[in-house]
């Protein structure tokens, strides 16, 4: 079958598979809004789930403390749901929000911030009739269909790769959506070639130390596992589809030397008429097997596959390869609890603590076949992040986000620290943050001209205390001493998910 053939195929099953059930039922008071309402009087930190209150930010950020280290200049750009809302109704899972595209600007004169939200088609079709027109991902409004091409839910809410003279907001289901790296403006769907949009494109893309990019798109409604290979700029190397025999949900992928790694969890898609959103057609059997795809770079129609126990993973640290063996380093759970209990509950201003958190694992896959092998590497983790020189290679240390104090203290129950661990040594490094301090992702940048594993890793928090939004700095090998600087904006923005840095 000819590529185009394919894609033109692929894409029309898409839109007829997305054309959900509907009924004409409203509710007259949402009820997610009103819980969510009375919850925030009584948990201050819920205002990291809340809505940003402008359609965009700028802003020069006040130093607070320390100062920018020298060489660290360029953007950091994140992404993440910022409108939890539409018309007095209250999305049902965090995931659903519309994406808004933050960049935190290092320069000689401080840090300066802008934030705008992605103007997808939904967005500006629901802004247009002043009332949503469709569900989400984990949403049922009984009134509204959920109808229509993937594109037409794409809320550009995960994450963010910059190119040479573009940044994309990333969703997974369907098209990324190109800005203008300034202005964040939004130029409109982006696909690595035109046929190709409304195919799924993967928030997680790899890039390898040359800039190559790797990614892969998986749906349902496609029917196999896309695996897309670009150059730096975003053109188009090739795509190979690769058959799945059970859909399964997959969010994140590794790559190593030689090899494409995929980790399919036993979350299997299953069509039903009494299931309205997509996450709710998922289920969890955690009798079956993990299975492991391997897959050739050189030639990605050769590939194998292997089995392992049960286990759940968004996101993955590194792979590398040891003699015969792949290294596998992620965040892995032991089931899918938590996307499908705690970031619902979160909407109505609950949580619960009941769901697993991630452990830090290796997984040693044997090239050749046999058994798969499962290590400890740290404890609880979630959003990994390694000198991105080493992508692929064996490497020496990821910083993680982790849950330091025990799950009833402090003044909330999410993630409140920031630890690194040596890959090689298991040795630790921890920082808990303020108690009224909410951590969010934390990326490595390079330090220019040092070795592998020297650099600073930016990020953001929300201090629901104050209720503004700070950016803040580490040295990548020194954790445990704290942020060397951290800059204080003059407003509070939702916690987002994933980002990117651009150096200067």
Known sequence: ????????????????????????????????????????????????????????????????????????????YRNGPAAHEVAG???????????????????????????????????RREREAGRPLQAGFGTHWPDLPDSGTPDDGNVANISVLPLDDALLALWEGGSAYRLDPEALTTAGPWAPDPAMQGLPFSAHPRIEPDGTIWN???????????????????????????????????????????YLVFVL????????????????????????????????????????????????????????????E??????????????????????????SSRSPLAELQRWRLPTDGGAVQIETLGGNAEFPSIDPRQVGRRYGSVSHLARIRPANAGAHPLLDGLVRIDAESGKRQEFPFPEQWLPEEHVFV??????????????TSLDFG???????????????????????????????????????
């Not at 965040?331 to 209990?341: K, T």
């Not at 020194?478 to 003059?490: E, I, Q, S, Y």
């Open 1 to 76: 079958m000819r590529r185009r053939d394919f894609l033109r195929g692929a894409l029309a099953g898409a839109v007829g598979a997305a054309s959900w059930p509907w009924s004409s039922r409203a509710d007259a008071v949402d009820p997610v809004h009103a819980a969510f309402a009375k919850a925030r009087k009584q948990r201050p930190w819920l205002l990291g789930y809340a809505s940003a209150e402008q359609e965009a930010f700028a802003g020069t950020a006040e130093r607070v403390s320390g100062a920018l280290p020298e060489g660290l200049r360029g953007v950091f």
């Open 89 to 123: 109704r209250r999305y049902q899972h965090w995931f659903d929000g519309d994406g808004l595209m933050q960049a935190f600007a290092l320069e000689d004169g401080g840090v300066r911030h802008r934030a705008r939200f992605i103007e997808t088609s939904k967005r």
């Open 216 to 258: 892969f798109g998986s749906a349902p409604w496609v029917d196999r596992l896309l695996v897309y290979h670009l150059s730096a700029g975003g053109d188009l190397r090739s795509v190979t589809p690769i058959p799945i025999e059970e859909p399964v949900m997959i969010h994140d992928f590794t790559v190593t030397e030689r």
């Open 265 to 324: 969890p036993p979350l299997f898609y299953r069509a039903s008429a009494d299931a309205h959103t997509f996450l709710g057609r998922h289920r969890w059997d955690g009798s079956r097997s993990t299975r492991i795809l391997l897959v050739e770079k050189a030639d990605p129609t050769r590939q194998r596959w292997l089995e392992a126990p049960a286990a759940f993973v968004f996101h993955f640290a590194n792979a590398f390869e040891s003699g015969d």
């Open 326 to 351: 792949i290294w596998l380093d992620g965040c892995f759970y032991p089931n899918a609890d938590l996307v499908f209990e705690e970031q619902r509950k979160i909407m109505w201003g609950e949580w």
């Open 446 to 459: 390079p330090a220019s001209d040092a070795s592998a594993g020297a650099g600073w890793l930016v990020g």
């Open 466 to 504: 104050s209720g503004r939004t700070q950016f803040q700095v580490f040295d990548a090998q020194r954790v445990a001493d704290g942020p060397v600087g951290v800059w204080r904006l003059p407003y509070a923005l939702p916690l987002g998910l994933h980002g990117r840095f651009r150096a200067a």
